[in-house]
């Protein structure tokens, strides 16, 4: 019993102060050193995943709301990032910004339905809708989006500087990564976080302490469509290419499997979450036919033996870990 309580003394103590987040980081920044072309790709994939998963955790673990908005954002966000850079002419660091702005939008229309009452089965149905139709605008807008052919994205540059191989790339998103989720973590602690997860726990309750549950639920929504919104917009120029196929209900099941697995309500399991079940599929290539076997096996192993996904493996042994990152009852 001692040595266990030692061990777990020691590792709070290694969680304390921020130089674990520091060493995160500069490991982060030496990830191009010993990746392949295709391993980077991975990686950068991953890194669009966490934003993804970080903005539909806000709603879906936070603010407690069975919402299915990520590909209505996701989707929104990819393609008006590509338009803007194909039609406008406008360059990425002044196109992604508008996707973002665009999923916000579509966060405040998803945020319409639960503000007049319409909750868990009937919300999630109704945003599932919202997702399908537009995934029939992008289809017949062919003007805008090339219908089912897809929009080819350009090389996006920054004032002369092209991000054209997958190792520049990676240095664009690990930074806008890193800022969505220092920001959102910000978010999450300050009065409108508490205020979202106390909406969570019991909304009544916070109405009864003069809590304007209404403006802190658009709040959320606003926030998890603008997350979502810029992931869309990298996802679209790390591919290349944005298609319907691309933000389909399939799409929409990982999104939601990659929150699960993580952890509801827990940033840091929106991180474990997209790292986990982006990376270990590639594993499995080379066995035809077991990839969504075992995909659906893990979701399933965790989902039975940690319910309050992978961040609580952390917690139990980090608290400082667990303050910062997870929910207060993981």
């Known amino acids: 019993m001692r040595g266990k309580a030692d061990a777990r003394s020691l590792a709070a103590r290694l969680g304390a102060g921020p130089w674990p987040v520091y060493c995160t980081l500069i490991l982060a920044l030496l990830v191009p050193l010993s990746t392949n072309q295709y391993t980077q790709f991975i990686v950068n994939l991953i890194l669009v995943y966490v934003v993804v998963a970080v903005g539909f955790n806000i709603v879906i673990g936070n603010l407690g709301q069975l919402a299915f908005t990520s590909t209505t954002c996701f989707g929104i966000g990819a393609y008006t990032t590509a338009i803007l850079m194909v039609h406008v002419s406008l360059p990425f660091w002044v196109a992604l910004p508008g996707g973002a702005i665009m999923g916000a939008i579509a966060g405040v229309l998803a945020s319409a339905t639960a503000l007049r009452g319409i909750r868990v089965y009937y919300l999630a149905i109704i945003t599932l809708a919202l997702g399908e139709l537009m995934r029939w605008v992008y289809i017949h807008a062919d003007t805008l989006t090339r219908g089912t052919d897809g929009l080819a994205v350009p090389v996006a540059n920054f004032f002369g500087f092209p991000f054209d191989s997958e190792i520049k790339r990676y240095y664009l998103f690990l930074a806008i990564a890193v800022a969505v989720v220092k920001s959102t973590s910000n978010l999450l602690r300050s009065r409108i976080g508490r205020a979202i997860a106390a909406i969570r726990d019991n909304e009544l309750a916070t109405a009864s302490l003069g809590i304007a549950t209404g403006q802190y639920i658009i709040a959320a929504f606003v926030w998890s469509g603008f997350v979502v919104g810029i992931a869309g917009g990298m996802f679209a120029l790390l591919i ?85 990152f997870c929910r207060p009852d993981s």
């Open 240 to 324: 290349g290419r944005v298609a319907p196929e691309s933000f389909d209900l399939t799409e929409l099941i990982f999104h939601f499997a990659m929150v699960m697995v993580g952890g509801l309500g827990s940033l840091a399991g929106s991180v474990l979450g997209a790292i986990t079940l982006t990376a270990l599929p590639e594993f499995f290539r080379s066995l035809p036919g077991l990839e969504e076997m075992l995909f659906g096996v893990l979701v399933a192993v965790v989902l039975l033996f940690r319910p309050k996904g992978l961040a609580s493996f952390f917690a139990a042994f980090l608290p400082p870990f667990r303050q910062r």
